[in-house]
């Protein structure tokens, strides 16, 4: 076995889209599959399928979502106090809940301004969080992006929309180390970050 | 997001299925495939169906195989010889091929006897090789176990085997490190322990 059969060579190519998944380690999942758990192979398979199709993103947050609204979203006690957390992905906001001290709505950007890469204001939906803005129920936005170029070329941005409206922008404290990306920073530095915001 | 939505969940639980993936890579690789590629998730998931589904075994080696026989059964110039060399997977097979210096057959176990687990030697396919050696074109048999408990417990079972139809029963050599697994161990280590192999 020099060479592959046409669908096992197929499957190890595909296993490389996973992020962190060499050749070598490729070879071993699909091996690691056929050898003992084609059962679970198949559901795989099958999880990544749906997950592909159905899974849409909230049409007030932008979170990923399989209805039309998240359950932040529709849970009216993360309203109480007009406050959203912009931040760069799902698996940021993620981090966030999971310090559990952030009480109010998110907006996700699902990505940052980018003109090289062609992304724009209307890519990440900040049209939407721009009638938002306007609808004058938000009291503050914090802006939980990533300390990269990216991350705060898209904090300015949105820091220009909420002066326009007069509704008051805060940034997370510069606890995070510059340069890193926030999904993944450990819970207490995130905690720290989040009360020690600043005036934008 | 403190929890996420079912499919998200459905789609991080299959992925953790995946060798050496734990809860957090396997949240990475949904979110990655999610925000940025899509269609690689289809195509994986379409690639984990067909595959699952559709490879089988070869008839006579019992490796991963889409077709009745493998390309190695199937080509003449391997047979010269007579040599067979048992291995116990399919990436075993693969680490000799490798070398390019085994130019005989092989014998895929794909996987070991255990007595605990239930796996005995129809498992194996034990009564297919013995069909083989029983045929009498077969030279020698070359174990290639891996040197483990269950490994060598295989290899004494197939050496008795060879023992009962007088077929010369080699081993490849113990530069393999012992306890170690042989679809890690490099080419040339390999190599050395093929032409160092000993009478069984
Ligand atoms: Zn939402
Ligand atoms: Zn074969």
Redo the contacts between chains.
Sequence with gaps: ???H????Q??I???R????VGPK?A?????????R??E????????????????GHCQQCR?????EL???CTDPKRALDGIICVVG???D??AI??T?QFKGR?FVL??YLSPLDGIGPQDLGLDILGKTLAEGQVTELILATNPTVEGDATAFYIAELCHKRQVKVSRIAQGIPIGGEL?FIDGTTLSHAFSGRKVF
Tied chains: 1, 2.
Excluded at 5 to 8: F, H, I, R, Y
């Design positions: 076995m020099s060479r059969t046409p669908l096992l197929q499957l190519d595909a296993l889209i996973l992020p962190g380690s070879q071993r999942m699909a091996f690691s599959l056929l050898e758990n084609r679970a192979g198949l559901q795989l398979g099958a999880a990544l399928t749906a997950a592909m199709n159905k899974i979170t990923f979502c399989e209805t998240c359950h932040i992905s799902a698996a906001q993620l809940e999971q559990a998110y699902q990505g999904e």
